[in-house]
């Protein structure tokens, strides 16, 4: 009779503290985020731009998980850390990002509810300062998935999101980058005559050109969201976009499965439709996320001849970061609180 | 002894018939074509308009064909019948497309290789005279998948593509439809000041107003392919882009499982990523094509609140056309050589 008095307590104890735990919204919520994949040696990183990166990554972190903890929504925490990171110049997306072979800056940015599959997004847009707020926009005042150039621009306005002018965007470090890939260029044009072949080359070669920032959440109410922004491709020309603004290629995000963000060449993140591809692995082939994702990253990517990574987080809290290049800036943070972030593979 | 003779024979007989079919192309190939979903009906349709929408679809299904017949390529085929597609003032893309809010021609295409994944797209551009041409120009010969605005145009120029001043694509019906949608605007921001519920309830009141050609193929070296054109919803504001440009929402092509182009209210494609998800659920769910087609447009899309249709061919040349409007411009055509073309439910 004791005994059993025993184990009613401490069931009842369990019971409350379970409830407690999820109604202060300590439990059970996560976000991931990255800022690009790439070249990202240790023998290419000095100490302080280690230290620099680690921190940005994460101040992200911080800020998204304030929302969260706070029993806010994982579309607000993703929003946040994609501004934070938009913001931070050692990023190629919002101040920061790459320039255009003219010497331009072109944004792209997606965002979506996995609640609803409710979706936004922009692409080739100069003058807002954050795209992933316009992508918002989009998805909750426009009717529309998705806007861009100047028409883009002319919403974002009329929605009241902050303007800026071209010259905001500027970073002597990503202005001296172009300025080296077009003497590269310069050099191989006169060598071989500008041709189809060259632009397919020129594509390709372009390992150290991408950057893109992420971040995908799970909520204490259980709902996902996925966030992505970028500069594009250094030196790109012709008004390319990439997967990030992709709904389904660079970003997807759906309750019944995962929130993804990619970051990597974008043309192969298209054409392989990887952030649905994921979701789909899961949903009709009953894949972890883990399999899921590497199935995309470590086997369909390459195979293909594409490289680049991607975070994700499923409906329980599972989460995966895989990569197929040297290194992701990246981290994650849970409910504990405790940030971690990483660059390289070990 | 004078029977197996003859079953030696007659099985020998029956190889060489089946060699000639295969080496003169005339079996296993087909092509699928759309020119868009809607409020289609009888009620609604003159006979001389009815005949000229079916004389139309047909001369496409022709000029396809022809290629097929020949030994050409599932990518030739579906290029050189939305090419027929655009061409024509009936259809709402290339001559004859819908008008912007601003009075202009933004048009947007797609193509894919199923191949080899190769795919490309272009968005909002206004000189091209074939979309799709210069969408293909994008696949093979910029490195890049997704090109827009002014910058898609330069590229298309520099390959030699068509250009044209924006007023070839003007038609005087598309003109009336703009004034149409315009003076409606006027009214109802009159009663309800424009404010954000007025532009997502714009959005929704566009059953009419959408409009898309595309094509599909299965070729007799057994590869498939997509293509996609359209000049977008009438009215349309802020450089909107649907789902045709998007790979994976409203074109999407792969030689292990189905050629898939959509026509319809584009976010909701985009949302569901359409196309690739009809892909996967061939590949990952082993449904067929027609159960994978009606799991997304007679489910998904209309649970979610869109409409519209898809047409779609596997490997094995079956082919799917469902469509939850009042009608869809469709139509189809195989070896032997007789086309069929529908409009209507029934």
Known sequence: ???????????????LVAQKEMSTGKQNFVLVIHGG???????????QNERAYKLSLEKALRAGYEILNSGGSSLDAVEATVKILED???????????????GKIELDAAIMNGKNLAAGSMAGVTIIKNPVSGARAVMEKSG?????????????????????????????????????????DSIKNKINKVNTKTLVEEAKNNDSKFGT?????????????????????SNKKYGRVGDVPIIGAGTYANNATCAISCTGWGEFFIRLVVAKSVSDLMEYKNLSLQKAAEEMIMKKVPQLGGDGGLIAVDKKGNFAMPFNTAGMYRGYIRSDGKAVVKIYKD
Request: overall charge negative; some cysteine.
């Open 37 to 47: 994949a790439g070249t990202i040696t240790r023998q290419n990183m000095t100490e």
């Open 144 to 184: 529309h998935v998705m806007l861009i150039g100047k028409g883009a621009e002319a919403f974002a306005a009329e929605q009241g999101l902050d303007i800026v002018d071209p010259s905001y965007f500027y970073t002597q470090s990503r202005w001296d980058s172009l300025q080296n890939l077009i003497k590269q």
């Open 213 to 233: 920032v992420g971040a995908v959440a799970l909520d204490v109410q259980g709902n996902l969201a996925a966030a992505t922004s970028t500069g594009g491709m």
């Open 1 to 15: 009779m004791k005994s059993l008095f025993l184990l009613l307590l401490l069931y009842c104890t369990n019971s």
């Open 88 to 102: 931070n110049p050692l990023f190629n997306a919002g101040k920061g990002a790459v320039f255009t072979h003219e």
